[in-house]
Every structure is written in C-alpha cells, then in structure tokens.
C-alpha cells in the first residue's frame, strides 16, 4: 500500500533551518509528482511546494518563495523540504503527498514550531 512517512520537524528558532524528509513506498516514486502542504492551528490546509516527478519543475507558495526548496531523490525515493529563514508564521503541521495536480496520498505530518 501507498506510504508517506515525514520526518525532521522540531522546535527551531526564528532564523533558523529545517529539513524535512519524507519516504514513500508502495508505488513507482519516479513517476509522480510531490507536494508539501502545511496547516496552522485554526487555518485550512495550504500548498507549500511541488516538485514534478523528475525534479525538472517546482512550484512555491508566495509566502514560502526565497526561504524553502523542495527537491527529491528518486533512488531513495524520498522528497525534501529545506527551510531558511523560519519565521513564527511558518509554525505549522507539515504534511507530504503523492501527485502534481492533485493530491492522493498523505503522510501523517511533522510538527514545526517557530518560537523563541
């Protein structure tokens, strides 16, 4: 079966930097796209970043866009999300899910607090 399992979120300051990972099983990886979602307490889920399934095209949120890159490696079928510049507002779940235009499969999410 489909498997997202995140990982590499924590308590950071603001400034500071994250990577997190995400692993799959279950399906072909090389031949889907991937994206990093986030929720905030009391907001809706929103886009972060996509990445196409052989890396060749990205897409960033306005709010994220200078701050974070996604990248993937497909040989060990893992998708990143390195953040910069964490700000208090990037505090959020973070999830990670099979698919360029629409999502199918999700992991279960990483916690990021941005807090001094």
């Known amino acids: 079966q489909v498997q997202l399992v995140e990982s590499g979120g924590g308590l950071v300051q603001p400034g500071g930097s994250l990577r997190l990972s995400c692993v799959a099983s279950g399906f072909t990886f090389s031949r889907h796209g991937l994206r990093w979602y986030r929720q905030a307490p009391g907001k809706e889920r929103e886009l972060v970043a996509a990445?196409?399934?052989?890396?060749?095209?990205?897409n960033y949120a306005d709010s994220v866009k200078g701050r974070f890159t996604i990248s993937r490696d497909n040989a060990k079928n893992t998708v990143y999300l390195q953040m910069n510049s964490l700000k208090p507002e990037d505090t959020a779940v973070y999830y990670c899910s099979r698919g360029w235009i629409t999502p199918d499969y999700w992991g279960q999410g990483t916690q990021v607090t941005v807090s001094s």
């Open positions: 990445i196409s399934s052989l890396g060749r095209n990205t």
